[in-house]
C-alpha cells in the first residue's frame, strides 16, 4: 500500500512563495506520475502540475506556468511543488496524488493514491 504524506502548507502574502513536499512510503508499485491538485471551498478539485517519475517531464495548468514548478528527488522518493509570485486565487487545500497508469493526468479519476492534504492560504 502506498502512503502519501504533503507539508509545507501555510499562510502567505500575495507575491511571496512556498514549496510543498510529498513523500511517497510504502510498498509501492510501478508508479507513472505525480500530481499535484487543489480543491478551493465550494469548488472541484482541479488539476496543478504533474511530473513523470521516468524522465520528469512536467505539465502545469495554465493558470500557474511561470510561477510554479513540480519537480522530484528520486532517491528520496518525494515530489516538490515550488510555489511563486502566489496570488489570492491559489489559496486552496493542495493534494498530492500517485499514478500507476500512464493515462490522462490531468484527471482525479487517474489517480490511484492521495495524500491527505495541505492547506495554503494567499492573503491580499
Known amino acids: 500500500q502506498v502512503q502519501l504524506v504533503e507539508s509545507g502548507g501555510g499562510s502567505v502574502q500575495a507575491g511571496g512563495s512556498l514549496r510543498l513536499s510529498c513523500a511517497v512510503s510504502?510498498?509501492?508499485?510501478?508508479?507513472?506520475?505525480m500530481g499535484w491538485f487543489r480543491q478551493a471551498p465550494g469548488k472541484e478539485r482541479e488539476f496543478v502540475a504533474a511530473?513523470?517519475?521516468?524522465?520528469?517531464?512536467?505539465y502545469y495548468v495554465d493558470s500557474v506556468k511561470g510561477r510554479f514548478t513540480i519537480s522530484r528527488d528520486n532517491a528520496k522518493k518525494t515530489v516538490y511543488l515550488q510555489m511563486n509570485s502566489l496570488k489570492p486565487e491559489d489559496t486552496a487545500v493542495y493534494y498530492c496524488?500517485?499514478?500507476?497508469?500512464?493515462?490522462?493526468?490531468?484527471?482525479?479519476?487517474?489517480?490511484?493514491?492521495w495524500g491527505q492534504g495541505t492547506q495554503v492560504t494567499v492573503s491580499s
Open positions: 511530473i513523470r517519475w521516468s524522465d520528469g517531464n512536467t
Open positions: 510504502g510498498r509501492s508499485p510501478l508508479l507513472y506520475f
Open positions: 496524488a500517485a499514478d500507476r497508469n500512464a493515462g490522462t493526468i490531468t484527471r482525479t479519476y487517474e489517480y490511484d493514491y
